[in-house]
């Protein structure tokens, strides 16, 4: 007696998609909250963006920069934090993402305007900023950056 082939091949999809259904699921690494400060020159940073990536790769975790110089970081939803482990940090600020700035006249697409710190700071590979998310998540992690000018307050 012979299984008939279309109930074989039946079974054996339904047995493959059994097997491998858990590897088809979206799950994420494991993430930890993160919350922080930056600071330029010792000052609050107002506004402007940061961002972390983890060294081993993966979907970056970004937050914005609030008026107070905090922020907390989002990777898979909001203010969910940064996958935990070793990341190398930057941070942007441009004139244009001032929330205070009018509206820009210009068409969309126009430039971010002016940088407000070192541009070694947006760039993963120069800033030299690092940081490490444990599993337990990073609060109050301090990002000071220095403009390199003297006697600036």
Request: hydrophobic residues 35%; proline residues 7%; glycine residues 12%.
């Amino acid at each position: 007696m012979s299984i008939p082939r279309q109930l074989y091949a039946a079974a054996t999809t339904l047995t493959l998609a059994a097997l491998f259904s858990p590897l088809g699921c979206s799950s994420h690494p494991a993430v930890a909250p993160v919350s922080g400060k930056v600071t330029l020159d010792g000052e609050p940073l107002r506004f402007g963006s940061v961002m972390f990536q983890a060294v081993s790769g993966g979907q970056p975790a970004t937050g914005t920069i609030q008026q107070d110089g905090t922020f907390s970081l989002s990777t898979f939803s909001s203010d969910d934090g940064a996958i935990v482990g070793q990341h190398r940090v930057r941070v942007v600020c441009y004139n244009s993402q001032d929330p205070s700035r009018p509206e820009a006249s210009g068409p969309a697409g126009d430039s971010l305007g002016q940088l407000l710190i070192p541009e070694k700071y947006t760039s993963l590979g120069a800033s030299g900023l690092t940081a490490d998310v444990p599993a337990d998540g990073l609060s109050g992690h301090q990002i000071a950056l220095e403009s390199g000018k003297a006697g600036r307050r």
